[in-house]
């Protein structure tokens, strides 16, 4: 008993002198993680603010702060391993993990495409913050891009974020790379109608639509097809999309209003789908006779 009591406390005594030992190392990798931490964030501000001021394109500046962010956390996690004294077990872990590297790599594979997708986007891309872009079936703002992801905001107000990868695979439709975009709408005219004047009317009404582009990009008025009971025509416009303060679908929906009253003032109307009866027998058709009494 007394021989076990011994063993024990020679165990404690060890425990409580590796312990000593080591406290100061584990204070002070501590010490070295919240100072990586604070000087990751500091460093990637400030390198974030210098980029912006020395290029035009936020998204890159953006891109590189953060990989200045994880160059330094990387750095401060190293420096913890030597102080520490782990970087000899880390080597040899790392030495002997092969095949768990070779599993872990097949499993995040995606994880790694969309990585290096990312890289390759930040220095050739199809787009800037604020461009509205399609993707799949997905269409919006583009808002951010990471080394993993991109932000999308769609116009009923979801944030998507896109895997990198997908969006290098698969087309790009940028809407506003160039500051243009097209718009149209179609109209139907009575058969009866006085084409000329009509086309003129819709382009004089198009002149007094806030935010229609007039000199860079004209307005364009066709006839597109005969229906049934109209003669169809597309109304086709141009908006810049470097202006803030318009509106796409706000244009859109006054050169609708501002066109349709426009032709009925001018009478030309707009009917409505007309049905033919046509009988093929001798027999009348039933008819009953409403009179408006007010």
């Given at each position: 008993m007394q021989q076990f009591l011994e063993d024990l406390q020679l165990q404690v005594r060890s425990y409580y002198d590796l312990l000593v030992a080591t406290l100061p190392k584990v204070v002070l990798a501590v010490i070295i993680l919240l100072i990586a931490i604070f000087a990751a964030r500091r460093f990637s501000n400030f390198s974030r603010t210098q980029l912006n001021e020395r290029m035009e394109d936020p998204l890159l500046a953006q891109f590189f702060s953060r990989i200045v962010r994880w160059v330094v956390l990387l750095t401060?996690?190293?420096?913890?391993?030597?102080?520490?004294?782990?970087?000899?077990?880390?080597?040899?872990?790392?030495?002997?993990?092969?095949?768990?590297?070779?599993?872990?790599?097949?499993?995040f594979k995606d994880i790694g495409e969309n990585f290096l997708a990312g890289i390759l986007m930040a220095f050739k891309r199809p787009f800037r913050i604020g461009d509205t872009v399609e993707t799949?079936?997905?269409?919006?703002?583009?808002?951010?891009?990471?080394?993993?992801?991109?932000?999308?905001?769609?116009f009923d107000g979801k944030d998507v974020y896109v895997p990198n990868g997908q969006i290098l695979k698969n087309p790009i439709i940028n809407y506003t790379i160039d500051g243009f975009i097209r718009?149209?709408?179609?109209?139907?005219?009575?058969?009866?109608?006085?084409?000329?004047?009509?086309?003129?009317t819709i382009y004089k009404t198009l002149e007094t639509v806030h935010g229609i582009l007039r000199e860079e990009k004209a307005p364009n008025v066709t006839i597109s097809s005969l229906g049934a009971s109209t003669i169809n025509m597309t109304v086709y416009f141009w908006i810049d999309t470097f202006d803030k303060s318009v509106s796409g679908l706000a244009v859109k929906t006054n050169a609708i209003r501002e066109v349709v009253q426009a032709l009925s003032k001018s009478d030309i109307y707009l009917p409505s789908d007309i049905m033919e009866l046509k009988i093929y027998n001798d027999k009348p058709i039933p008819t009953v006779m409403v009179r408006n009494e007010e």
């Open positions: 401060g996690g190293l420096i913890i391993l030597k102080v520490l004294a782990l970087q000899d077990a880390a080597a040899s872990l790392l030495a002997g993990a092969g095949i768990t590297a070779f599993i872990i790599g097949f499993a799949g079936n997905i269409t919006g703002t583009i808002r951010g891009l990471s080394l993993r992801d991109t932000h999308i905001k769609t718009m149209d709408f179609d109209i139907g005219l009575d058969y009866g109608s006085d084409l000329d004047k009509a086309t003129k």
